[in-house]
């Protein structure tokens, strides 16, 4: 197909409550969403960057404008596009994964819908429904983190994930064990430790964890080693995963036993796979990991989950846990999962409406 035109839309959503990690507090979501225009149809993606550079080196503002002088410009020169020549016909621009993901999505989009195949007979989904887990932020107090948890528990999630920081980690996770029972309990440390944390990080092995996730910075892999060795809670690597190789290489190593796939960190949803596919040869459990993402970024995260080595649950939560309203149809969750969509491409419909409506810029149109 040929690329006709892309779209970069740019919007607020604000959130239910404020989500705080070790990066900061979010009262609203900085969107950034692509459409691509093409010679067989519209296709829609959502660049999963935070508004700062203090998850990743990627950001919106710094997304859209790779997008617009670069990336769009090369696709459009493309005499012919599929989402599988996208990393080729982008790879000359370094990184921007983020950036370059959200454009992977919205072709393989297009491209799903003119075929009217969706995301999970694309990706391989072997199931049509997923487990839900959700991602709790560092809150103000224990009563106030307890009364979240609860609601959740009530809502149904099947798996709850505590974000850490030095000085919020035993206190809170014990408080959460003690109210949660056996329920699925892991924890999120967004690179917030060093090594000198690891003898009181193995203090939580004694709340029968699922997991912890990223405790050092993405680049030590060394001390996740370390840490590895010396707890019994396994050690899950996030923001270090980028590649299939760096995952392979960091499960050889013994750095991780269990990886959180984020398609917009390692480039888009075919890079999920092979990593999907990889974890699996080596027998390293997977999971979906979220980023706030609006029903459109989500519809494809979902579709993703339902891959066979996605076995735990994931941060696929339901529309209503960051949102009052949804860009698309609303995710709703059902004895404590989600339904894949079936439809065509996505498999849901943009609220285009509600996109104008919360625009904070103009739309930019490269041509």
């Given amino acids: 197909m040929k690329i006709q035109a892309v779209e970069l839309h740019r919007l607020a959503m604000p959130l239910v409550r404020p989500f705080e990690t070790s990066f900061g507090r979010q009262v609203a979501r900085d969107v950034l969403l692509v459409r691509v225009r093409t010679s067989v149809g519209d296709g829609w993606g959502e660049c999963v960057a935070m508004a700062d550079p203090v998850y990743s080196s990627e950001y919106v503002e710094g997304c859209a404008s790779v997008i617009r002088d670069y990336l769009a410009p090369a696709l459009i020169a493309a005499r012919e596009v599929t989402a599988e020549s996208v990393d080729a016909l982008l790879r000359f621009a370094i990184g921007h994964r983020m950036a370059k993901a959200a454009l992977e999505t919205a072709v393989l989009d297009a491209q799903l819908r003119a075929e009217g195949r969706s995301f999970g007979a694309y990706l391989g989904a072997v199931r049509d429904a997923v487990d839900c887990g959700v991602s709790v932020g560092i809150a103000t107090g224990i009563d106030e983190l307890l009364t979240e948890v609860q609601s959740y528990v009530d809502a149904g999630y099947r798996r709850i994930k505590l974000k850490i920081k030095p000085g919020w980690d035993l206190e809170p996770v014990r408080a959460v064990r003690e109210l949660i029972g056996p329920t699925l309990l892991q924890v999120d440390a967004n690179t917030a430790y060093t090594e000198a944390d690891i003898a009181h990080l193995g203090r939580l092995d004694e709340f029968g964890l699922l997991l912890i996730e990223q ?5 030590d892999i060394a001390t996740h080693i370390l840490l590895s060795r010396a707890i019994e809670t396994p050690v899950c690597l996030d923001e270090s995963i980028v590649t299939t190789e760096l995952a392979v290489d960091a499960i050889q190593r ?17 890079e999920a796979v092979r990593i999907h596919d990889a974890c699996a040869e080596l027998g390293v459990p997977v999971w979906s990991g979220g980023m706030l993402e609006t029903g459109v970024g989500r519809a494809a995260n979902v579709a993703l989950a339902a891959l066979e080595n996605f076995t735990l649950p994931g941060d696929t939560s339901a529309s209503d846990r960051y949102f ?44």
């Fill in 254 to 270: 013994g750095a991780t036993s269990i990886i959180n796939i984020k398609a917009g960190r390692v480039g888009g949803y075919l």
């Fill in 215 to 219: 405790p050092f910075v993405e680049e």
């Fill in 324 to 367: 009052a309203e949804d860009l698309t149809e609303p995710f709703m969750l059902d004895n404590g999962q989600l339904r894949v969509p079936a439809g065509a491409g996505s498999g849901v419909d943009i609220r285009l409406d509600l996109v104008a409506s919360l625009a904070t810029r103009e739309v930019v149109t490269v041509r």
